[in-house]
């Protein structure tokens, strides 16, 4: 399985904010780091197929990012995602399950699973307006992995999250990325170091690093910084 990145890049005007970036992703965690404004986002959101590039190609196994057959391999939670306050929990993901085309049965048992997983089985009725800012992004996560996806991204996927839910959180996308390509984005090098295979850095809308985790000449914190000196952090 592979996610192929050819050339991408999206323009606004006079601004390239993603500037021909070209990557092929193989099942693993892939981190994604970047300061604010970076491109990161911009990015995923073309991986996902909400932006449309200006220029180059996506595909998976072949598959056009245009696709509904790349659609039914994704999971995905942007930064900040859209629920209905008045459901439970398990209403909201029994509605994304219904919008994936899961079949009733097999959407109920996974969306049974998923809160079990990421820590919600015991709000998973009560409605999404009175949970926390963590329980919402952990709600996120638990929809993002709704149809086993073989390609995962999530855009700033700890925020909101206390030390043990990143915990867990880590714990999930480890699992994940034995079977499915994981690009996991975030300005928090703690959030990948313990579970990437992979380490991207980006930085004015191109791939400044591209190594293995454990290939850095120090530690993840300082070489990251170190990266960004001279103003991009």
């Known amino acids: 399985m592979e996610l192929n990145i050819d050339r991408i890049t999206k323009q606004y005007g006079p601004k390239i904010a993603v500037d021909r970036i070209s990557l092929t992703l193989r099942p693993g965690v892939a981190g994604l780091l970047g300061a604010n404004g970076a491109g990161k986002t911009t990015l995923m959101r073309m991986l996902c197929g909400i932006l449309r590039p200006t220029g180059g190609s996506i595909s998976l196994d072949g598959l056009d990012v245009s696709t509904e057959g790349y659609r039914a391999a994704l999971g995905y939670l942007p930064q900040d995602f859209g629920y209905y306050p008045s459901?439970?929990?398990?209403?909201?993901?029994?509605?994304?399950?219904?919008?994936?085309?899961?079949?009733?049965?097999?959407?109920?048992q996974r969306s049974l699973e998923l809160l079990e997983l990421v820590g919600l089985?015991?709000?998973?009725?009560?409605?999404?307006?009175?949970?926390s800012g963590g329980m919402k992004q952990r709600l996120g996560i638990a929809q993002a992995l709704l149809s086993q996806p073989k390609l995962l991204i999530l855009d700033e996927p700890t925020a909101g999250l206390d030390p043990k839910e990143r915990v867990r959180f880590r714990t999930i996308i480890q699992e994940q990325g034995k079977e499915s390509i994981v690009l996991l984005s975030t300005?928090?090098?703690?959030?990948?170091e313990h579970i990437a295979d992979r380490i991207l850095m980006v930085k004015d809308g191109q791939i400044i690093y591209d190594g293995d985790v454990h290939d850095t000449p120090q530690d993840l914190e300082s070489f990251y910084l170190q990266q960004f000196e001279g103003g991009g952090m």
């Open 87 to 108: 459901f439970t929990g398990l209403d909201f993901l029994l509605y994304m399950a219904a919008l994936k085309g899961m079949e009733r049965s097999h959407a109920r």
């Open 121 to 131: 089985s015991e709000v998973g009725r009560k409605k999404i307006r009175t949970y």
């Open 187 to 192: 300005h928090i090098v703690s959030d990948v």
